[in-house]
C-alpha cells in the first residue's frame, strides 16, 4: 500500500500499514462479507466532501442483513468519521469499508476502511470507454425468490466481476457489460448502466434481475427526473442497447464514463447530453 | 483461532496467530483467488498422512491458471511441508492453502496456508445428512465458452456458497444439493454428488455445468470403477435423483456425507453400499 493510503479497523481505529486480516477471517477464507466504496473529495482549504455516505451506510445494512452479518451502525459511522478526520491529501479519493462475517474461531464481524487517492484509470474513464458484452450466464429473472443467490448483494465475493474486467481486456476493450442468458441488457461488472432514448433515460431494474442497486445511477436519474427528463426502468436487449442515441456506466469511483463503442460497433456520443448527465450524478 | 490451529505465510513460513492480510488484498477485497482443502490425518506414530496432495496442487495450478495468477509450486510444496512438519496434533484436520492476487499496490500474490483440527460437525455428518434442492440460478450448459464466469474455478468467492448453506439451515436441513434453472442437478455448495442406480454409480459432468471437479469424487469413482463398478458422468433431473437407490455427497473434509433425505423426502440408505462407498473413498 503506498503511503498516502490510510487503514482502519473497527474496534482498533485508524491504523498503520502491518497486515489486519487473521488467516481463519471468513472474509478471506470464503469473500463471506460486504462492502461499500464511494469517492470523497478535499477541497482547497482542507474540508472532506463525501459522496451519499448515508445511501452507502443504509446499502450496507440492505448487504448484511442478506448476509445474516450484525452491523453496528454507531460503531461504523464513529470509525468513518475517524478516518475521514485522519485524511487530507487533496483531491479525490475513494472510501471503502469492508464487513465479513468475522473469524471462523471468533464469529465477531470483522470491519476495514480504506482510503486511497483515485487513480488515473478510474479518472480517464470519465473521457469516454470501449466496452464489450459478456454472458452473465443467468436469465433476467434468475434472483426473483432466491435470496440464496445473493442478488444485488454487494458481497466481497467479486472473482466473477474482476474475471469479466480481464476478458474485456483481453479483446481491447476498457470494460464488459453483462448480458442475461435471454439476452436483457444488466449490468456492468462495477457500474450500472444508464441510456438515452430521445429525450428519455433509462437503466435495467435491479428486482430479479440481481443487479445492484447503484446509488450513483439512482441519484443521477433523481436529479434528471427532477429536470423534467422521464426516466424509465426497463429489461431491453443487446440490439436495442446499441441503437440507443447515448450510453454511460454510472459508479461511485469513475462517476460517469461514456460508452463510445460496444463489441466494436461505435455508439452515439452526445457532448450535450453528457454534460447534463455530469450535473445529474453531481445532483445539480 | 485456537491456539492448535496452526498458520504459515508464503515466503515467510509459519507464523504466530497474528494477521496476516494487508487491507487491500484482493482476497479480501475482491475475494480474488483460489484455495484448496484436503484432509491429513497424524497417526499415532506422529506421522502425518495427506490426502491427495499432488492432484489438490495441481488443482491450484488449473485454478490460478484461470484467474491468470502465477503459481510457484516450488515454494507452496516447501512451505507446505513446513506447515505439516510443524503439526503434530493426533487425529484428523484439515489442512486449506489460500492464494490471492495480492495488493492493489503491490501485485506478488499472497499465499496462506492453515492447518485446523476437523470439527464435529464435520465428522457427523459422515452418519448422514438432510439436503434440500436449491436453484443455482443458471442452466447446465451456462459455462460451456464462458470462461469468465470461472466455472469450475475454486475461488475464494464462495458467498453463495455459503448462503445456500444457510438457506438450508433455514429449512431445518443440513445442507444443500443446487438444481440448474433448467432442472438438472449440479453439486452440493461444498461437496459433489454421487447416486446409484443398481449397480451403477454416477455423477454430474464438470464440462460446461460449473461444477467443480471435485478431486473426493473423482479417486473414489476410480476406486469403483477398478473394483468393476459401471461409473456414468450424467444430467439427470431431481425426480430421477429421489429415485435413486442410495445418494452421497463427497468432499475432501466430510469425505462421504450419506443423504438420508431431500425436501423432505426419504432416501433410500443401503448400509452395505455406504460402507463399500467409503471404502472408494479411501481408495482401497
Redesign the interface.
Same mark, same amino acid.
Given at each position: 500500500?503506498?503511503c498516502s493510503?490510510l487503514?482502519a479497523?473497527l474496534g482498533r481505529g485508524v491504523v498503520g500499514? *502491518?497486515?489486519? @486480516?487473521? /488467516?481463519?477471517?471468513?472474509?478471506?477464507?470464503?469473500?463471506?462479507?460486504c462492502?461499500e466504496a464511494t469517492r470523497i473529495e478535499v477541497d482547497e482549504s482542507g474540508r472532506v466532501h463525501v459522496d451519499h455516505l448515508d445511501a452507502h451506510l443504509a446499502r450496507l445494512q440492505r448487504s448484511a442483513a442478506?448476509?445474516?452479518i450484525d452491523v453496528d451502525e454507531a460503531a461504523w459511522r464513529a470509525l468513518l468519521d475517524e478516518a475521514l478526520a485522519a485524511w487530507s491529501v487533496p483531491g479525490e479519493a475513494v472510501l471503502?469499508w469492508?464487513l465479513?462475517r468475522g473469524?471462523?474461531?471468533?464469529p465477531t464481524p470483522t470491519g476495514?476502511?480504506?482510503i486511497?487517492p483515485i487513480d488515473a484509470r478510474t479518472t480517464s474513464a470519465r473521457e469516454g470507454i470501449t466496452v464489450v458484452t459478456?454472458?452473465?450466464?443467468?436469465?433476467a429473472d434468475?434472483?426473483a425468490d432466491?435470496?440464496?443467490?445473493?442478488g444485488g448483494?454487494k458481497?466481497?465475493?467479486? *472473482?466473477?466481476? @474482476?474475471? /469479466?474486467g480481464?476478458?474485456a481486456a483481453r479483446r481491447g476493450a476498457d470494460d464488459?457489460i453483462f448480458v442475461s442468458?435471454d439476452g436483457i441488457v444488466l449490468e456492468a461488472p462495477r457500474a450500472a448502466v444508464v441510456w438515452r432514448r430521445g429525450e428519455r433515460l433509462a437503466t435495467t431494474p435491479t428486482e430479479g434481475t440481481?443487479v445492484l442497486a447503484s446509488i450513483t445511477c439512482d441519484a443521477a436519474l433523481s436529479a434528471a427526473a427532477a429536470d423534467g427528463v422521464p426516466v424509465d426502468r426497463e429489461l431491453i436487449d443487446v440490439e436495442t442497447l446499441l441503437a440507443a442515441d447515448g450510453i454511460w456506466l454510472l459508479s461511485s469511483g469513475r462517476l460517469l464514463a461514456p460508452v463510445t463503442a460496444i463489441d466494436g460497433r461505435a455508439i452515439a456520443v452526445d457532448d450535450g447530453w453528457t454534460e447534463r448527465m455530469r450535473r445529474f450524478v453531481r445532483g445539480r
Open positions: 500500500m503506498s493510503t487503514v479497523v500499514d *502491518a497486515p489486519v @486480516l487473521h /488467516a481463519d477471517d471468513l472474509g478471506l477464507t470464503r469473500g463471506d462479507g462492502f442478506a448476509l445474516a471503502r469492508m465479513t473469524r471462523e474461531s471468533d476495514v476502511v480504506t486511497t459478456l454472458d452473465r450466464g443467468h436469465r434468475a434472483f432466491a435470496p440464496w443467490l445473493l448483494v458481497t466481497l465475493s467479486y *472473482a466473477v466481476n @474482476l474475471a /469479466a480481464r476478458e464488459a442468458s440481481g
